[in-house]
């Protein structure tokens, strides 16, 4: 059973900081090409950062180019992200995902930025 299990969000004054885990099972983590996402209520869901499956190519959403940075260790089957500089347009609920399967949701990780 493909399990994702998303943690380390919580409520963050703009310019802060959190870093975000992803525990993953139930497939073969090192050959998938992983991805971030993230949804604001009544919001389209929004691809944030994508990452292959060495973890040396990594791509960003411009609106958060230079702020957020993605990383994976396949040894433990973990995928990162690391946000700095947040903003409170960055407040909403992340979800990591595999690339190419994108059927089964896990429960996310809500991030609040506010004052």
């Known amino acids: 059973q493909v399990q994702l299990v998303e943690s380390g969000g919580g409520l963050a004054q703009p310019g802060g900081s959190l870093r975000l885990s992803c525990a993953a099972s139930?497939?073969?983590?090192?050959?998938?090409?992983m991805r971030w996402y993230r949804q604001a209520p009544g919001k389209e869901r929004e691809l944030v950062a994508t990452?292959?499956?060495?973890?040396?190519?990594?791509d960003y959403a411009d609106s958060v180019k230079g702020r957020f940075s993605i990383s994976r260790d396949n040894a433990k089957r973990m995928v990162y992200l690391q946000m700095n500089s947040l903003k409170p347009e960055d407040t909403a609920v992340y979800y990591c995902?595999?690339?190419?399967?994108?059927?089964?949701w896990g429960q996310g990780t809500q991030v609040t930025v506010s004052s």
């Open positions: 995902q595999r690339s190419l399967y994108r059927d089964y």
């Open positions: 139930g497939f073969f983590f090192s050959t998938m090409e």
């Open positions: 990452i292959d499956t060495t973890g040396r190519r990594r």
